[in-house]
């Protein structure tokens, strides 16, 4: 969230982040939105997701002292919530800043109306310990949502979600954990892959099956990825090893060669 994405200015490598953490701890990550540092936008588009009943919302960005940073004054309008100091906040503010003089990062320090604006929040919010900078996170339980805000700086926004959040949406998932396959096949262009991946996934409807074209080349070369999600390793395994099995040898039969990949991370 904030104009430096939409501008072009900043790559939103904290929604990459999100949405591989929160697969791997086993939810679905139905829609991603970039919105601008404008109120009505914040609002508006807090509002329409709310309108369809996720289980978490969770907004990054616009937390901070600054001007430009209205995440909070965003939600408090499409909540109809006024923002008020949360003395919990205030609170880990103060020892924050306390923890910065004990560190030597800086001499003294006073609760300015900027600083006291990254306390301000809507009366139900719930504050979350920052462990890595100033601003707080925020938890907001709304019937079957929990709207959740966190700084846009990805090292904050890592170690709040780590910290306070991933429980959250593992529990959320119950037992089901999310598990991934990848191979590379080359010889054949997607065109003719694909009805392979159709076949394959009508086979296999626990699966799902992505293809990713690497650029032009003399030899086609397209990655096949394969998710799944189960409460059972051996399960999750048994129908990946399947759909590698039956794609390799799809692919293999129209001439091409597949090798799997291995994971880096």
């Known amino acids: 969230m904030g104009n430096e994405l939409l501008i072009g200015k900043t790559l939103d490598t904290n929604a990459h982040w999100l949405a591989k953490r929160i697969t791997v701890l086993g939810l679905k990550v139905r829609r991603m939105t970039t919105v601008g540092d404008d109120l009505d936008e914040i609002s508006s588009a807090l ?11 969770i907004l990054t960005g616009g937390l901070g002292p600054t001007f430009d940073d209205k995440t909070i004054e965003g939600i408090a309008k499409a909540l109809d919530s006024p923002l008020k100091i949360n003395e919990e906040a205030r609170r880990m503010i103060e020892e924050k800043y306390e923890q910065y003089i004990r560190e030597g990062k800086i001499r003294e320090y006073e609760l300015t ?7 301000k929040m809507p009366e139900i919010a719930e504050p979350m310990p920052n462990p890595v900078g100033t601003a707080p996170g925020v938890k907001i339980t709304l019937n079957e949502t929990t709207i959740i ?4 700086v990805p090292e904050e926004m890592k170690a709040i979600f780590d910290e306070y959040i991933a429980n959250l949406i593992r529990k959320a998932a119950g037992d089901v954990t999310f598990f991934e396959a990848a191979m590379l096949s080359t010889g054949i262009v997607e065109s003719e892959v694909a009805p392979i991946i159709d076949e394959v996934m009508k086979n296999n409807p626990y699966v799902y099956i992505k293809s990713h074209p690497k650029a032009a080349e003399k030899v086609p070369k397209i990655e096949i990825h394969v998710y799944t999600t189960a409460e059972k ?12 099995i039956q794609l390799s040898e799809l692919i293999e039969s129209k001439g091409g060669k597949t090798t799997p990949i291995k994971r880096s991370d």
């Open 47 to 57: 509002k329409e997701a709310l309108g369809r009943k996720p289980k978490f919302i």
């Open 113 to 119: 109306p900027y600083r006291i604006k990254m306390a």
């Open 149 to 152: 805000a966190l700084p846009g």
């Open 233 to 244: 390793a051996d399960v999750a395994k048994s129908r990946l090893s399947n759909v590698v």
